[in-house]
């Protein structure tokens, strides 16, 4: 049977890059594509409402990972076999959607990273920050260290999910802002379950959301924190619910 394929877009502001981003996606294989809106300020909504797709709409703005909570939740409850994060802001091609869902369709895999870094030269040719490039692969290299991994990038808002994977791993016990992706790849590897990384390329441009120095600092900060406690939670140290089944 044909898993069904539904696409999650957690957007903020997305008025700008929301229907090119959405005219890109192959329907083809996509079967349902679904926009949480996080209280934006802009037309977000009605442009979505226009494309005539499903629609959440957060009352206040609950953060980056409090939207993908949302996203994954409703794509489960709507039926979801394989479930696509894909930013609305035209960072990410949506034509490869296909390439990122192939391992979960073969049985290869239950969760899926669309690597930036996969390629040599690709981000920074892209368009990314060198500080970002520099610090992604920084933190990266630090968390293969302590997760037991060997991934190429662990920063990417480019990934596939399982529905099995989001049934297991108790992602709702998250933080509701950015560090929601660090905290659920170390739960992939407290519940073992198979990640594979697919090469992808991003651009960055104006219209594009993004988070600034700040910001990333911060989460920074707090993806290093995630691994220290995954660290002290495997070593039996203190115990931490974001492990616990």
């Known amino acids: 049977m044909k898993p069904k394929v539904v696409v999650v877009m957690p957007a903020y502001n997305a008025a700008r890059t929301l229907s090119f981003t959405y005219q890109n996606i192959p329907t083809e294989v996509v079967d349902e594509v679904l926009l949480v809106d996080d209280a934006s300020r802009d037309e977000t909504v009605k ?15 609950v ?38 869902i192939e391992p979960i369709k073969e049985g290869k895999a239950d969760f899926v990273l669309g690597s930036r870094l996969m390629q040599k030269g690709g981000a920074l040719k892209g368009g990314m920050p060198l500080y970002k490039f520099l610090a992604n692969r920084f933190l990266t290299g630090v968390e293969n260290l302590i997760l037991g991994q060997k991934l190429s990038e662990m920063h990417t808002g480019y990934r596939a999910y399982s529905r099995s994977f989001l049934e297991k791993v108790p992602f709702l016990r998250n933080s509701n802002d950015f560090v929601f992706d660090s905290q659920i790849i170390a739960q992939a590897v407290v519940f073992k379950q198979r990640i594979a990384e697919v090469p992808v390329n991003t651009k960055y441009f104006k219209e594009a959301s993004s988070v600034n120095f700040k910001v990333s600092l911060i989460y920074g900060f707090k993806t290093l924190w995630t691994v220290f406690k995954f660290a002290l939670d495997r070593l039996g140290i203190i115990h931490s619910k974001l492990y616990r089944p």
């Open 47 to 61: 442009i979505a409402l226009d494309f005539h797709l499903k629609v959440v709409r957060h009352p206040h703005n």
């Open 63 to 100: 953060g980056y990972g409090g939207n993908q909570k949302t996203c994954y939740m409703e794509a489960l409850r709507d039926g979801a076999d394989i479930v696509v994060m894909l930013h609305p802001d035209g960072q990410y091609d949506p034509r490869l959607i296909p390439q990122i």
